[in-house]
């Protein structure tokens, strides 16, 4: 079954500290994977794509598909990085690329 | 456009009442997807249209949905004889290719809120 677990719900940093928002997934072949990331009264937007190895706002992520797992990391957080986090897996296993999302997690950064 | 839009951004409506949802994707996306997102869960997928045809109806969660895109632009959800379990925020989300493979990715609108009484 394809499937993406997000572990925490919530995560509470102080500002400057380091982050990591945990991701596994499970599924049938090779995937593509994503974070999407939900400002407060804003739309879901991408984050990051595992395939362009980018870092966006300072945020890193690795597909270990030894671990199944594709954490997002950042090495000091501000805050306004506030918002809500979504692990995203899509492929062609799934036949039209949907995606299949976890059920995010909520990351509070602290003053 | 700038981005995906959606109308209405608020919807209430009756138990047993019927609802339409619309979704105007960025011009010339082929792709456009239809997912439901419940409090506190993540979007869950429901339909996938390539240009008019929809290739994907699996997540539609029973007869009472029924999504369409006539003309491969504008696209509609329609929900009948509504439930309280309805209430949800329904997300659409377009891209440009039908695969991932160089493309960047689905983009969101703001979603539709809708609260059933």
């Known amino acids: 079954a394809q499937r993406v677990t997000q572990p925490e719900k919530l995560l509470s940093v102080f500002k400057g500290a380091p982050v990591e928002l945990k991701c596994n997934y499970s599924y049938s072949g090779s995937p593509e994977l994503f974070w999407y990331v939900q400002y407060s009264r804003q739309r879901l937007q991408l984050l990051l794509r595992h395939i362009s190895r980018e870092s966006i706002k300072g945020f890193t992520a690795d597909l270990n598909k030894g671990e199944t797992s594709f954490h997002l990391k950042k090495p000091f957080a501000q805050e306004e990085d506030s918002a809500m986090y979504y692990c995203a897996l899509s492929g062609v296993a799934s036949g039209t690329y949907k995606y299949i999302f976890g059920t995010g997690t909520r990351l509070k950064v602290l003053a | 456009g700038a981005g995906v839009s959606q109308s209405p951004r608020y919807k209430v409506a009756k138990r047993g009442q019927d609802v339409a949802l619309r979704c105007d994707p960025i011009?010339?996306?082929?792709?456009l997807f239809w997912y439901q997102q419940a409090l506190g869960q993540g979007p869950e997928f429901l339909t996938y249209?390539?240009?008019?045809?929809?290739?994907?109806k699996s997540g539609l969660p029973s007869d009472r949905f029924f999504a369409e895109r006539p003309e491969g632009s504008v696209s509609t959800l329609k929900i009948q004889r509504t439930q309280q379990e309805d209430s949800a925020v329904y997300l659409c989300a377009s891209s440009l290719a039908p695969g991932l493979a160089g493309g960047s990715g689905q983009f969101f609108g703001p979603g539709t809120r809708l609260t059933v009484l």
């Open positions: 011009s010339g996306h082929v792709s």
């Open positions: 249209f390539q240009n008019e045809a929809q290739l994907d």
